[in-house]
């Protein structure tokens, strides 16, 4: 049948399974869009209030559900509005599909009005990118974008079209049975992928010989979908779990062998407990500089095994001992398949020891950050969807918050976008109904963004958006605090923005909670809404992430508030 190319932009989108877009309209567009209008009832258009925030949502509804995101945006300033929320993508590897339209190709290269070449801009922050100028290539370029994109490590994907290729008709066959639909699952990587014999007889080698073995996992993890997996493999090797950001609820933060964080505000018991360990097994993580503090001095002692689907991970960030190259879920099933029990007792009890010994504690007094994220932790008993933006309080929403599951975890950790979590936030919702779905933020990064309220009003999503608002810009005011000798060069946010009257002006309801009481009852009341919610947390301007690493140093040398006293009155 005779198609235009945005008609078949739309079917393609209906093959893949697609129900939601986000997006914004422009003139290069519009064809897209009126195509679009024709499907209303099959595919959901969210209408954000800024491109960015469409990227962000599209991120967070493929980071919430396992699918591909997608977002539309027009040409020139439309496209490049994109630009963050992809990059974002690309540094946590979720799968999104952007799509853009570009002027008329006889306008191309001219300089014309609302042209850019973003093929070119996103290049270096996306797995693979394209332009069709041709609608006869429309379909298939379209579906490999969707395979790429899910495909080993996943990624964002760009196909940016001229609008006289979405004008154009061309004889469209719709795809074979087999190439709809292309989520691809840990499943799918099994049948295509074979993980090395030797590698695996090498690791499990290690697991046997060692005496003090710990766990390390990261957003590979999630990815893959390996949690029941990694359960087993923890128990069989007998050993601890510490985590990444990336890695949250890829093991159940609730269970005894979980330690928490590691890195430069990950627990002592964590940081101490790689830092004397004799074998580090790190599943799916690609050794971020957060984590390794000193890299010379990480995990110094021990031996170091990497399983990654990734091999340019691979020696990277920090040189390992054994390698596995492939899928962690498909790793960790050959592995368990093949392991015996094994039984580090003494070793257990000494990390346990640890973890007692320094365990992550919420403030008596006060209205604060952890107590607040605490409070929300016991009230919806670890089930929400917690997405953060970047800062303070994403810390303590990875430190405060236990997270039981994979995808239930949602912030921006290797750009570290301030202004994503609104727009992640919207996306998760729309992606999880069922779900409540709670975005912390602090008051800079909400700042960035914050027009976005009005698109979760509009959609009548009832997302809770807690801001932590001391004021200042909390983690950079922390720095200036610890290593600039209390310079607060431009982190004052003091000048009057009342959140609570903005919140209502864009179809918000706003509160704001001065006081732990206060914000119990708040939080009660925001638990119940039909829309979106907007609490203002009052804390205090010097409150501080605990523990804490300084750069360049080792983790063991990881220190809080108390190291800091006894070193002053030495």
Not at 365 to 393: C, R, S, W
Not at 404 to 409: A, I, S, T
Not at 413 to 438: C, E, F, R, S, W
Not at 554 to 560: A, K, L, N, T
Request: proline fraction near 4%; hydrophobic fraction near 40%; charge should be negative.
């Amino acid at each position: 049948m005779q198609l235009s190319g945005a008609e078949i932009v739309i079917e393609c989108l209906k093959e893949q399974g697609v129900d939601t877009v986000f997006g914004y309209p422009g003139g290069a567009i519009l064809n897209v869009y009126d195509a679009l209008y024709q499907h209303k009832n099959e595919i959901r258009h969210v209408l954000t209030s800024h491109e960015q925030g469409a990227s962000h949502a599209a991120d967070g509804y493929a980071r919430s559900t396992g699918k591909v995101g997608v977002c539309f945006a027009t040409s020139g300033p439309g496209a490049t509005n994109l630009v963050t929320g992809i990059a974002t993508a690309y540094m946590d590897s979720v799968p999104i599909v952007a799509i853009t339209c570009n002027v008329t190709v006889p306008l191309l290269g001219k300089d014309s009005f609302q042209e850019v070449d973003i093929a070119g801009v996103t290049m270096p922050v996306t797995k693979h990118n394209f332009i069709v100028k041709d609608v006869h290539k429309l379909a298939e370029t379209l579906r490999r974008a969707f395979k790429i994109a899910q495909s080993g490590r996943p990624g964002p994907v760009l196909v940016d079209i001229t609008k006289d290729a979405t004008g154009n008709k061309c004889e469209y066959k719709p795809a074979d049975q087999d190439k709809k639909h292309h989520t691809i699952n840990a499943s799918d990587l099994r049948k295509s992928q074979e993980t090395g014999v030797e590698a695996i007889e090498e690791m499990i080698h290690r697991i046997k010989r060692c005496k003090r073995p710990f766990i390390f996992v990261g957003g590979g993890a999630v990815i893959s979908g390996a949690s029941e997996e990694l359960a087993r493999f923890a128990e069989l090797v007998d050993a601890p779990v510490c985590d990444s950001l990336m890695g949250k609820g890829a093991f159940d933060g609730t269970k005894d062998r979980y330690t928490g964080m590691l890195g430069m505000h990950g627990t002592k018991a964590s940081n101490l407990g790689v830092s004397d360990c004799d074998l580090l097994l790190a599943i799916g993580t690609r050794f971020s500089d957060r984590v390794l503090g000193n890299p010379k001095r990480f995990a110094e002692k021990a031996k170091i095994v990497q399983i990654d689907i990734d091999p340019a991970e691979i020696n990277k960030n920090i040189v390992v001992d054994t390698q596995v190259i492939g899928d962690v879920k498909t790793v960790l099933s050959e592995v368990n398949d093949l392991l015996e029990q094994q039984s580090h007792k003494e070793w257990m009890d000494h990390v346990l020891e640890l973890k007692k010994k320094y365990p992550v504690v919420v403030p008596d007094d006060g209205l604060t950050g952890p107590f607040a994220i605490n409070y929300m932790y016991e009230k919806t008993a670890g089930d929400a969807v917690i997405v953060t933006e970047v800062g303070q309080h994403q810390m303590w929403a990875a430190q405060y918050y236990k997270y039981k599951e994979p995808r239930h975890f949602l912030s921006s950790g290797g750009l570290g976008t301030m202004g994503y979590g609104l727009g992640a936030a919207i996306g998760a919702q729309i992606g999880n109904p069922d779900k409540k779905v709670i975005n912390i933020a602090g008051d800079g990064c909400f700042r960035m963004n914050m027009n976005e309220l009005a698109t979760a009003a509009r959609e009548k999503l009832p997302l809770i958006e807690v801001v932590m608002n001391n004021h200042v810009l909390g983690m950079v005011r922390q720095w200036q605090d610890l290593f600039y000798g209390k310079r607060y060069s431009s982190t004052i946010l003091d000048d009057g923005v009342d959140f609570v009257k903005l919140a209502e002006a864009l179809g918000a309801t706003g509160y704001r909670a001065t006081s732990q009481k206060e914000f119990m009852e708040i939080f009660d009341q925001a638990m119940e809404a039909k829309g979106p919610v907007l609490i203002d947390v009052i804390i205090g301007s010097d409150d501080k992430v605990w523990p804490m690493v300084a750069p360049g140093t080792p983790i063991s040398d990881c220190f809080d508030e108390v190291d800091l006293k006894e070193k002053k009155d030495e």
